[in-house]
């Protein structure tokens, strides 16, 4: 089992905004970063650290993070942003990257 | 623009050893962490393992006895083998990388591999 839990499935109306949650106590530690995963793609990086875009990704996309529990939100969702999220940090030891289970974003 | 892209057999027998390689263009594997990550079919992504250009290395406890990763920075490439694969070990096989040791995280994604165990 992951270290880090994500809710499976959210749907969200074209337009509209998403939260999508990642839970675990080594984000107490550390940031967790946010991957969008699209069918026969491979992951694309969309928010690292506290809460940065890297180059290309459109600013609907957003990082926070309070507790044990990091939070990515699309705001104003699109047809295009319809894919699985994952959620990535180091363990408990610090030493291994784990990834959440993913959350599939129906739009 | 750092560049990654996997290379190795796409079908592997039962007991027998996968190996992957990542060549890495654009940027110099001495510069970054690297790592593998697995996709089996329907299911989430899985860390493998990772190597830092120091040579370092940290496997995922549930694979750890059967992973070994390694550079060679004459070639800008790092390597995967995994051993005594199943059934279960069939996956899409990514490798990535780093350069931000403080997030890790992985900015870098080669297109993917996927690896058949069957015989």
């Known amino acids: 089992s992951s270290e880090l839990t994500q809710d499976p499935a959210v749907s969200v109306a074209l337009g509209q905004t998403v939260r999508i949650t990642c839970q675990g106590d080594?984000?107490?530690?550390?940031?967790a970063s946010w991957y969008q995963k699209k069918p026969g793609q491979a992951p694309v990086l969309v928010i690292y650290g506290k809460n940065t875009r890297p180059s290309g990704i459109p600013d609907r996309f957003s990082g926070s993070s309070s507790g044990n529990t990091a939070s990515l939100t699309i705001t104003g969702a699109q047809a295009e942003d319809e894919a699985d999220y994952y959620c990535?940090?180091?363990?408990?030891?610090?030493?291994?990257?784990?990834f959440g289970g993913g959350t599939k974003v129906t739009v | 623009q750092v560049q990654l892209q996997e290379s190795g057999p796409r079908l592997v027998k039962p007991s027998e050893t996968l190996s992957l390689t990542c060549t890495v263009s654009?940027?110099?594997?001495?510069?970054?962490?690297w790592i593998w990550i697995r996709q089996p079919p329907g299911k989430g992504l899985e860390c493998i393992g990772n190597?830092?250009?120091?040579?370092?290395?940290n496997y995922n406890p549930s694979l750890k006895s059967r992973v070994t990763t390694s550079v060679d920075p004459s070639k800008n490439q790092f390597s995967l083998i995994l051993r005594s694969v199943t059934a279960a070990d069939t996956a899409m096989y990514y490798c990535?990388?780093?350069?931000?040791?403080?997030?890790?995280?992985?900015?870098?994604w080669g297109q993917g591999t996927l690896v058949t165990v069957s015989s």
């Open positions: 990535n940090s180091r363990d408990s030891s610090g030493n291994h990257l784990v």
């Open positions: 654009g940027g110099s594997i001495s510069s970054y962490y």
């Open positions: 190597i830092y250009y120091s040579g370092s290395t």
């Open positions: 990535a990388g780093s350069f931000d040791m403080a997030t890790i995280a992985l900015h870098y």
């Open positions: 080594s984000l107490r530690s550390y940031y």
